[in-house]
């Protein structure tokens, strides 16, 4: 790595718990809060983001993540440790951050850009292409009080966004904003990354980590616990969620914490992957565009669990998910009702995907979501290759049918 544009180390943030009068007296006099009354929400915190880098930070609720944007952007100060930023800065944060209600979304503007190092004259260079880019018609000059969240985030992205900075810091304040401005905003986060902005973003959404990062970070317990590429750090990431869930159900069965987890209540057998054919039970790891295919899988329930899911996601080399479905979404709800093996087959009449290589990665959990109840979590259970066929050659991860029609305009 060249010079790094962000360096951090030894980084930590406590807060001072409450005080009574005695104790606050004590602090107030020494000029410093008493060690044994710190609360820390980081600490031992180091890592180095190089130029033009994308990093997304990951982690539950109250893993730090904001806490440490915050210290990056400059708007909290670290109680030890360092932090080395090479050029500007621009932090889309906490929702409207810094925007005062009674003024209007213009002057919150100009506010903002002033805050920053801008002149009058910069921001009036930019003001109409942040009105335009923002969207928000007649409220831009309304007080920011009368906004929706989704209209603040507009005005907030638009704001923060009119320079290109060195680094581009976004917390999860997009999420709030509607589908159309979300695909608007990852389109500049994209321009931006392609002219050589470095990103720090945190997110809980895995597809805009896959897509937008180079490199993921994971923060639990408030330190480091995996910083590598995002499919890996993503997948340790469930999987550290599913074992601790299945501990809590299975205190002291040993968990793994790479490709499978889970509490072992129900389980996986094997998994393959097939041909069309009925009687075809070989397992196929190439398929033209197109052709059908099955993914057969045989799982083993240890006891009645009513609410047994299992579920499967197809996701390409980068780890994009391509394809996801379950066996709850498909109509098939009793799978779990009794103890024994039994085979559950998804059939893919058409595998209508781009030529690439494939994984499959698998779930059986509780209910619809691969998080609850997690019985057998199992990562990169499949790998297959998808090859163009006879058909037309064509760019993207989906093969869609097209057809097409040619004809003159008719003449007046």
């Known amino acids: 790595m060249s010079k790094p544009v962000i360096s951090v180390a030894g980084l930590g943030k406590a807060y001072a718990s409450a005080y009574g009068k005695k104790d606050l007296m004590r602090r107030l006099l020494s000029g410093r809060a008493d060690p044994a009354r710190l609360r820390w929400v980081l600490r031992n915190v180091s890592f180095e983001v190089g130029r033009g880098e994308a990093v997304g930070l990951i982690g539950v609720n109250g893993a730090g993540k904001s806490t440490l944007l915050k210290m990056l952007a400059g708007t909290t100060r670290p109680t030890e440790g360092s932090i080395g930023i090479d050029g500007t800065i621009s932090a889309l944060l906490e929702l409207g951050l810094g925007f005062h209600g009674d003024f209007t979304g213009r002057q919150n503007a100009y506010m903002s850009g002033q805050m920053t190092g801008r002149s009058r004259a910069e921001m009036d260079a930019v003001m109409d292409e ?9 409220y831009f000059d309304w007080p920011v009080r009368t906004y929706s969240s989704g209209m603040q985030v507009r005005v907030a992205f638009a704001v923060a966004t009119a320079f290109k900075p060195d680094v581009l810091i976004i917390d999860e304040a997009l999420a ?3 589908a159309y401005f979300q695909h608007k905003s990852f389109a500049r986060i994209r321009q931006f990354r392609e002219e050589g902005v470095t990103l720090l973003f945190v997110s809980h959404d895995p597809g805009a980590i896959k897509s937008l990062c180079d490199r993921a970070i994971l923060l639990s317990a408030g330190g480091v616990e995996k910083d590598g590429d995002p499919v890996e750090v993503l997948d340790y990431y469930y999987a550290l969620i599913s074992a601790r869930e299945g501990a809590a159900e299975a205190e002291g069965q040993e968990q793994d914490y790479g490709r499978r987890s889970g ?3 129900a389980r996986m057998v094997s998994a393959q992957m097939l041909g069309a054919s009925d009687t ?5 790891p190439m398929f033209r565009v197109g052709e059908p295919a099955r993914l057969r899988v045989e799982i083993e329930v240890h006891e009645p669990l009513p609410g047994l899911t299992l579920g499967m996601t197809i996701r390409d080399r980068t780890g994009y998910d391509v394809f996801g479905m379950n066996t709850r979404r498909m109509g098939f709800a009793d799978i779990g009702l009794e103890p024994g093996r039994r085979v559950v087959e998804f059939i893919l009449p058409s595998l209508a ?5 494939y994984h499959i990665s698998m779930a059986l959990h509780d209910d619809d979501h691969h998080v609850a109840g997690n019985y057998d979590r199992w990562d990169q259970a499949l790998v297959f ?3 163009f066929g006879s058909g037309v050659a064509f760019a993207g991860v989906a093969a869609l049918p097209v057809e097409m029609e040619v004809r003159p305009i008719d003449s007046v």
């Open 130 to 138: 942040i009105e335009a880019f923002a969207e928000v018609g007649d």
């Open 176 to 178: 709030v904003g509607d």
């Open 263 to 265: 509490n072992g209540r």
């Open 280 to 284: 075809n039970a070989v397992d196929q």
């Open 353 to 357: 995907i781009g030529p690439g290589h």
């Open 385 to 387: 290759e998808v090859t």
